[in-house]
């Protein structure tokens, strides 16, 4: 996998471990696990992330809940297919997991990073209280042609911003992932389910920013 790949999806997580290991998947012999962290906020409230983790990285029989893990990969997508729909799956594909004994700098469990392209016109709205939300979706390049869908929404200025941007703008975007249940109804039933997104706090166009810098230069030697 190419540097340049691994750079435009990064996350660092760091957690507690609150479910046993689900088998998920296998890949040419190399068996794929799903485990639940538990990251807290800042506030009183905690994300419950979901992990992909290789059987080569950790002993998956055995039970590691209660136990503080750091984990970094990358926040990864994948349509699941549920009778005539299909459903986006996200979770963190873990490439290092390292176990921690304590830990008390909370500012900085749950940090992401991402360069993609806007893939659907943002949806911009306002809730009740008066608050600017704009919710897209980006898509981030995997190899082999392949890329991750990811569900981001920004607050503010920020989506104020991100509502002006046209499809196939790309943009770098720095937060964290959360967590939200939220209700849907499957004909005469209502299902209790989870969202995953990532909580826009900083963006950036990198063709801008190039070009900004271009033109400093530009004139610096002048």
Request: hydrophobic share 35%.
């Given at each position: 996998m190419s540097e340049k790949t691994i750079e435009n999806n990064k996350v660092s997580v760091i957690g507690k471990i609150v479910s046993d290991f689900t088998f998920s998947h296998e890949v040419f012999g190399e068996g794929f696990y799903l485990v639940d962290?538990?990251?807290?906020?800042?506030?009183?409230?905690?994300?419950?992330?979901?992990?992909?983790?290789?059987?080569?990285?950790?002993?998956?029989?055995?039970?590691?809940?209660?136990?503080?893990?750091?984990?970094?990969?990358?926040?990864?997508?994948?349509?699941?297919?549920?009778?005539?729909?299909?459903?986006?799956?996200?979770?963190?594909?873990?490439?290092?997991?390292?176990?921690?004994?304590?830990?008390?700098?909370?500012?900085?469990?749950?940090?992401?990073?991402?360069?993609?392209?806007?893939?659907?016109?943002?949806?911009?709205?306002?809730?009740?209280?008066?608050?600017?939300i704009a919710d897209i979706l980006l898509a981030v390049n995997r190899p082999y042609g392949k890329s991750d869908y990811i569900p981001c929404i920004a607050w503010g200025r920020n989506a104020r911003y991100i509502a002006n941007l046209e499809v196939g703008a790309n943009i770098h975007i720095w937060g964290r992932m959360q967590s939200r249940i939220y209700q849907k109804r499957i004909g005469e039933e209502v299902?209790?389910?989870?969202?995953?997104?990532?909580?826009?706090?900083?963006?950036?166009?990198?063709?801008?920013?190039?070009?900004?810098?271009?033109?400093?230069g530009a004139d610096e030697m002048v």
């Open positions: 962290l538990e990251v807290n906020r800042l506030s009183d409230q905690a994300d419950v992330i979901p992990l992909m983790v290789s059987e080569r990285l950790v002993d998956v029989t055995e039970n590691y809940q209660g136990c503080t893990v750091e984990a970094i990969g990358q926040f990864r997508s994948y349509n699941r297919h549920e009778g005539s729909r299909n459903r986006l799956v996200l979770s963190v594909f873990v490439r290092e997991i390292h176990f921690m004994e304590e830990f008390t700098d909370y500012t900085k469990t749950n940090q992401i990073f991402l360069d993609g392209y806007i893939c659907k016109t943002p949806i911009y709205r306002k809730t009740p209280l008066g608050r600017e299902e209790e389910r989870v969202a995953y997104e990532v909580s826009v706090a900083k963006i950036e166009l990198p063709h801008k920013a190039e070009h900004e810098a271009e033109e400093k």
